[in-house]
């Protein structure tokens, strides 16, 4: 049996969505892996953003090595992903009408968004026997595996309350915080909360109830800040319309297959390839279209189709954008040909879809910095000293996070059966 691992931690050093824990929290998984469940040191791949020495967490470099691991695994091995840094949610615009979702991703370091498409393409690959767990320390990561139940969370039901003050309805990933502002949130987007930190110390665990105040910022990038990035990295104001053709300019075809399809449908449309949208003709213009189209700018019609169709001699998972099923696109459930099989994988979130995940830094020492969810595990794991299940872990986080005084809930998608089964492995 092999056990192998991939730990992702961005920090986003520099940026204007800066956090701090996320790097620690793959240090910190690190030991847990090899101390707690005996993986061997090569068998993990480490990617950080904070030393250039590092494997870069880019979107291209995390779809590879996945990819890797995928193909390279066995029936009764082994696999781990671990995530710590910023989701998002982008309108999952794909060119249909009702079309009016959105699609979750996480956001690798350089900004090429890995949606739930993405991981649909690489999930469904998965052998059936493989052992395989995704914690995913961010926000807007609950349909990551996109045919998983939701066994512990807060879709069907609210016996939790929402955190931070989002009011329901945020579940579709309108930033309302973005835009009327979160209580205790100061504009640097740091919360000004009740946290105790822990030390991973049992005695500390047992004190009072009391908490201090403390410094967190949450994991939930919004798409305005998005598109502000955007625009640092292409040179040219980018809006949050036009979020998805900024990528693609950035990317090309490592980009998002949802990128590409939407692109693709912009360039047809204003190419003429399509009836009744009042398109400009021969597909030389490309900034004359209204409402989605104006999204284009700058970018030609020519240029668009050269990217989209010059290159066919990428590997498989590199869908051209023609083929992608998108099926599952924007929260729906994809065709049985296109879901991952039911028992694949079980992921563990870091909060309900109505809230956002916590990157605290409670001393204020960038070196004791961790995410909500990964301090809760580690300690949570610490405490038991064996095996723990699935569900037993995530019922303990939570408690644990609610008595530090977070408002996240920690969720769990997985089979009927996972639910009971070791956490990772036995």
Same mark, same amino acid.
């Given at each position: 049996m092999k056990k192998k691992a991939l730990l992702i931690g961005c920090n986003y050093p520099g940026t204007k969505a800066e956090l701090h824990g996320c790097v620690n929290d793959v240090s910190r998984m690190y030991k847990c892996l090899t101390d707690q469940f005996g993986f061997a040191e090569e068998d993990i791949t480490v990617m950080i953003d904070t030393d250039n020495r590092s494997v870069q967490p880019t979107g291209v470099n995390i779809k590879?090595?996945?990819?890797?691991?995928?193909?390279?695994?066995?029936? +009764?091995?082994?696999?781990?992903?671990?995530?710590?840094?910023?989701?998002?949610?982008?309108?999952?615009?794909?060119?249909?009408?009702?079309?009016?979702?959105?699609?979750?991703?996480?956001?690798?370091?350089?900004?090429?968004?890995?949606?739930?498409?993405?991981? $649909?393409?690489?999930?469904?690959?998965?052998?059936?026997?493989?052992?395989?767990?995704?914690?995913?320390?961010?926000?807007?990561?609950?349909?990551?595996?996109?045919?998983?139940?939701?066994?512990?969370?807060?879709?069907?039901?609210?016996?939790?309350?929402?955190?931070?003050?989002?009011?329901?309805?945020?579940? $579709? +990933?309108?930033?309302?915080? +973005?835009?009327?502002? $979160? $209580? +205790?949130?100061?504009?640097?987007?740091?919360h000004h909360g009740h946290h105790r930190h822990h030390h991973r110390d049992e005695e500390e665990e047992e004190e009072s109830e009391r908490s201090e105040p403390v410094d967190f910022v949450n994991k939930s990038l919004s798409i305005e800040t998005l598109a502000e990035m955007l625009s640092q990295k292409t040179g040219h104001e980018v809006k949050p319309g036009g979020i998805r053709t900024s990528l693609f300019e950035l990317f090309g075809d490592n980009a998002s297959p949802t990128v590409k399809v939407f692109v693709n449908f912009i360039a047809e449309k204003l190419s003429g390839k399509k009836q009744g949208e009042g398109a400009s003709e021969g597909g030389g213009g490309g900034g004359s279209g209204h409402g989605i189209w104006g999204a284009i700018g700058g970018l030609a019609v020519d240029f668009l189709k050269t990217k989209l169709d010059g290159d066919d001699s990428k590997p498989a998972h590199h869908v051209p954008s023609s083929g992608v099923n998108l099926s599952g696109h924007a929260g729906k459930k994809p065709d049985a040909t296109e879901r991952v099989a039911d028992e694949t994988g079980v992921l563990v979130s870091g909060c309900m879809s109505n809230e956002t995940s916590a990157d605290a830094n409670p001393t204020g020492n960038k070196a004791e910095a961790y995410g909500a969810l990964s301090n809760g595990i580690q300690t949570i794991l610490a405490k038991r000293g064996g095996p723990i299940t699935n569900g037993e872990l995530v019922t303990e986080v939570r408690k644990l996070l609610k008595k530090q005084g977070f408002t996240q809930h920690p969720c769990l998608y997985c089979s009927d059966a996972n639910v009971n089964q070791p956490f990772i492995c036995k």
């Open positions: 590879k090595v996945l990819r890797r691991l995928i193909d390279e695994s066995e029936p +009764g091995d082994v696999l781990v992903m671990h995530y710590s840094g910023h989701g998002t949610q982008v309108p999952a615009e794909s060119g249909d009408e009702e079309d009016d979702g959105y699609d979750e991703a996480i956001v690798p370091c350089d900004l090429n968004l890995l949606t739930d498409d993405d991981f $649909r393409v690489l999930f469904k690959d998965i052998k059936d026997g493989v052992n395989f767990t995704f914690i995913s320390d961010s926000c807007h990561s609950g349909g990551l595996i996109d045919h998983e139940k939701e066994q512990i969370g807060g879709t069907a039901n609210r016996d939790f309350p929402t955190g931070m003050g989002i009011p329901r309805g945020g579940e $579709r +990933g309108f930033d309302f915080g +973005g835009v009327f502002g $979160r $209580r +205790g949130e100061s504009d640097s987007g740091h």
